[in-house]
């Protein structure tokens, strides 16, 4: 052990660096993009940038954030915001009250997440497996339900008051989304990085047989973490069919790889590299500028899903390479 | 003599009772599945179709192996381990190089070298991030993944490209001895595959170095080597694969990226196959025709397309769940 | 004798600014046990990984066989006939027997692998050094500890191994396996093998050592002949500290009875134990390896779920479904591998020490930090954990300051009940001395101790009372006077012992 000491001080330098060097690169792209994407820096165009393109994968992120953080990973969080959005949707298209659907929605999320918290302790099946296998069955249900995956479009007037309450509305001269994105994260933060129940997520996330060893009830932890990133994710879905007035199958897989990337970009600059709220929302923030930026200096869409691939693998390769140098 | 009891205590004993009754279930379900197809689907069980189904395998197959390949370098604990997500979408993106070349008059041999090509180096770019920037494979694999899948709508503009070269119509449909050009492929790349893995110095150390990194570091095998050599084949597979799939369909199309499910659902589901519960050749290649027959029972006997994944995902969840049970508890 | 196999003279190795080496010395004779002893930080292993070509010396000399190597790497000093058999098992869990053995030196038929001849050649090895029968087809995971041991030995054995190099072999290995283990190796010594063993054990070192080299602060202070020496020469120079203070006495009151156990059962593990454990009072337990006594802890811990009889701590029946319902009741337990169940290295010094008793610094759900941060300043104090604060990663403390911190979160905890499970293993004579103090301690305060360990000479002299299990049952109890660990071994591999107490 005699050798711990130097280099225990050369690990430090480094992940500073680490932290550093995400968050200027951050900082470097919003600069690149203010300068070369005309009309990057105006209002309508920031604004735009929140409200649809961060709100939603901010959310997801928040839930993949919980998971990753007691170790696991989620792979079916795009099943639980298309099942609360077919949910939602179909409540409302057979007249049901806009709250009935958003309770039916998030009960559908919630039933994902409890699905997935059987696997997993029950059936002692890893997380990454159990999803995977949920994300299968979760696509069958879809097409089933869907008559192979034909999209549910409510776009009539007569639909309209309960999607327009909550995606059209305000709150205190907000945008509700936006609204429903504070509080999540808030809440997130409290459960995180103040409650005990953080302190078990820690503990799960390091080494699960020292949580067991020392009195955590192990599979009701996990099962809070999966019910809670499903819940999230059932939000999500709701927020989603608000906005767009429609139900699309399969569409919420499209949060997966950023959800994942946001978390662990957020991973990368946080001081202690756990996954941590504040990370993930600069981390969905980045992805947004990256990806609004790109197409106004003229990327098509195919281009953007390289670039952005490429921006997760560096960061990756810059957090890992960098900071996990121990052995 | 103390040494000698071999597995003095109980449990070992018990967890190989188990072991040996998740095997013969596996086997049996395998079996009562093709006698319930050969009861109730009518031309279940004709040669003409026997066949198809391992020609239609053999796409899948070879990216079985792929995986395979890879679950023996680095472990089977997919979220610590190893895993190679991008292979299905690698292979879509080979499938496009070849097309796009083909299509601008390219020879045969020129658009499948840079097909294979293409794979190999995405397989390295996988191989270098998890063993030299040390990012876990399921991250690194994941993001490679939606960068070679944004490169082959790049390539194709998200459109069908037609393709038929000398190559393409050979093994599209050439014949041998009654068997088409696609299931000899798939012969052919189990047995080589087989003789390689399960029968050389190579295979031994590959699972080595899956089975125990340390262990075999300390056995003097250099790991890195062997695992970047992992990815690397899995991109060659894919590569391989990828003429297999214009040949098919004449064209590359988009939506190769969703065989990603089957074929890590036929890795996982070819362990309960083998004594020690760890990937074979052989053991994956009985679960891609598994999931082949169940496939085609289900078109035969009309039940909708739609179950299939929803099958194979319970299919995953029943055999990891049931492995778990027959392993050893660790910590003995 | 006389044949020297290996010959290191001078070496110094620094890391910055820290010198590990400096000076050491290191001199095997063909044919010879060799020990290697020395606290944790002595150079120990820093002196093994420059022979195995882990790490290049800054000056100094290697030679083998009178041969003197330059550019040691593991490749070349393999190839040389040095082999390393490693503390941890490191066998590929799903290979074969033969696989194992063979690995890197695998038996050819052309290009393919022959695994007749790996397999005929393996049984052939395993029976001539041995006198083993083990089928070659085995599977690693399904062997014993010890049967591990055996075949990481065999592998270097069948690459002509002229020099076996053994870190801490016997750490997991029960007595039986431990004698077994050493008539091995003094049969290897007899084919004119020379052997380097490295041991925390003293007694094994007087058992097996023909000669021994003690290393401390990184120079060579003593070689001797540990037969001639004494035990306490031979601490001394190691610690420069008196053996006298390596097991600290206590004289404390035993009160009434907290922890009574009674005809618990397991099937497959024990049956109808029955003791008791009181306040202020040390209980050791021992057996070998699959006696059952292992099992026992867990019941009480909630791990496991015993299938007959029960037991209760200070008078109220206890029923534990999980560990949560162990710790609710004020049962702790110091399990032994601190790794995986003892601290998490990710964690800080704080977040580990609060862990198991985060009710009692929070509210409604949230931690009080101000709280948090008195309540482990406190316990960090007591135990005197030596940390840089208490945000500091475990991952940074020494081994000993971990089981500190292992011990440490119990006691916020007031708990009523401690299980410890081989605490000293594999940690240097200081912390060892350190934890002893520690267990004195909480008895002191009137806490029950359930000490179990399969290192006889400290259960004979911490423990108040002694329990030892034999396939599955307490066979004999010993009380303090009656303690000394000749005894507890005959005990323990079921011999007949005149003058203990005999249960049932």
Known sequence: MSDGAPRAKSKISLEAVANYAVIAAFALLTLFFAVVAEGFLTADNLFNLVVNKVVLLAIVSLGMTIVIAAGGIDLSVGVSVDL????????????????????????????????????????????????????????????????GGVPIYLTREEYAAPFDAIARSEVLGLPTPVVVLILCSLAVYLALHRSVFGRYVAALGEQPGVARYSGVRVPLQLSFVFVGCAFLCGITGILLSATVKSYVPLSGDAFLLDAIGATFIGTAISAERRPSVLGALLGVLMLAVMRNGLLLIGWNFFWQQVGIGVLIFLVLALSFGLAKRKE | MTLESASAGKRPNAAAMTSVLVRLGAFGAFGVVMIYFALTARGFTSPYNL?????????????????????????????????DLSVAANAGLSAAVFAVLAEA????????????????????????????????????????????????????????????????????????????????????????????????????????????????????????????????????CAGIASILIVSRLSASTPGTGLLLLPVLAAAL??????????????????????????VNGFQLLGISSYWVSGVQGALILLVVAATSLAKPSDGG | MGDIAVEMRSITKTFGPVTALADADLVVEKGSIHGLIGQNGAGKSTIIKVLAGIYGMDSGTVSVEGERLTDITPASIERRGVHFIHQDRLLVPTATLAEAIFLRSEPRFGPFLNRRRMNRRASELLKAYFGLDLAPTALIQTLSTAQQKIVQITRALAQDAKVLVLDEPTAALVSKEVESLFAV?????????????????????????????????????????????????????????????????REGRVGEPVLTVEGLSLSGHFQDVTFDVRAGEIVGLTGLLGSGDKQVLECLFGLKRPNGGGFSVDGVPMRFGAPVDAVKNKIAMIPEDRRA??????????????????????????????????????????????TPGRRTLVRNLSGGNQQKVAVAKWLSCRSRVYLLDEP?????????????????????????????????????????????????????????????????????????????????
């Open chain 2, 105 to 236: 008059g390219h020879s045969d041999a020129e658009a499948a070298f840079a097909a294979i090509a293409t794979g190999m180096l995405v397989g390295l770019v996988n191989g270098l991030a998890v063993v030299v920037f040390k990012i876990l494979p399921l991250l690194a694999t994941l993001a490679v993944m939606n960068v070679a899948a944004g490169l082959e709508l790049t390539l194709t503009e998200n459109t069908v490209v037609g393709a038929s070269t000398d190559l393409v119509e050979a093994l599209a449909f050439g014949r041998f001895l009654e068997v088409s050009s696609l299931a000899w492929c798939l012969i052919l790349v189990t047995l080589v595959l087989a003789v390689a893995v399960h029968h050389s110095r190579l295979g031994l150390r590959l699972y080595a170095v899956g089975g125990h990194r340390e262990a075999a570091r300390a056995a003097g095998i250099n790991t890195g080597a062997y695992i970047i050599a992992s990815y690397v084949f899995s991109g060659f």
């Open chain 3, 424 to 504: 000293t293993v594999a940690v240097d004579v200081g912390a060892k001395v350190e934890i002893y103090t520690l267990m004195n301690r909480l008895a002191g305060e009137g806490a029950a101790i359930l000490f179990l360990s399969s290192d006889l000479e400290e259960i004979a002299e911490i423990c108040d009372r002694a329990l030892v299990i034999y396939r599955g049952r307490i066979t004999r109890e010993f009380r303090r006077a009656e303690l000394d660990s000749d005894r507890l071994l005959a005990a323990a591999s079921g011999a007949r012992v005149d003058g203990a107490t005999t249960v049932a």
């Open chain 1, 84 to 147: 609360s959005s077919m949910v939602f949707v179909m409540l409302i298209a057979a007249g049901y009250a806009g709250i009935v659907g958003v309770i039916g929605g998030l009960a559908a999320a919630v039933v994902v997440g409890l699905l997935n918290a059987f696997l997993i302790n029950g059936l002692k099946i890893n997380a990454f497996l159990a999803t995977l296998g949920v994300l299968f069955i979760g696509k069958s249900a879809q097409q089933l339900a869907t008559q």
């Open chain 3, 185 to 249: 190796l003094r049969r290897l010594r007899e084919q004119g093998i020379a052997i380097i063993f490295i041991s925390h054990y003293m007694q094994e070192i007087r058992d097996i050592c023909d000669r021994v080299t003690v290393l401390r602060n990184g120079r060579t202070v003593g070689v001797l002949d540990p037969k001639e020496a004494s035990l306490a020469e031979i601490v001394a120079l190691m610690i420069d500290r008196d053996t006298g203070e390596m097991y600290p006495r």
């Open chain 2, 269 to 294: 589901l070819g362990m309960v196959f083998s004594r020690r519960f760890v990937p074979t050749i052989g053991g994956t290649l009985l679960a891609v025709l598994f999931i082949g027959f169940l």
């Open chain 3, 341 to 386: 169940h003892g601290v998490a290295i990710g964690l800080s010094v704080a977040e580990n020490i609060s862990l198991a008793s985060l009710p009692q610094v929070s509210d409604y759900g949230f931690v009080r930090r101000g709280a948090e941060a008195r309540a482990v300043d406190r316990v960090i104090e007591a135990l005197k954990i030596l």
């Open chain 2, 51 to 83: 066949l198809n189904v391992v020609e239609q395998s053999a796409i899948l197959g070879i990216l079985a192996f792929a995986m395979t390949i890879v679950f023996i370098g680095t472990g089977t604990d997919v979220q610590k381990g190893g895993v």
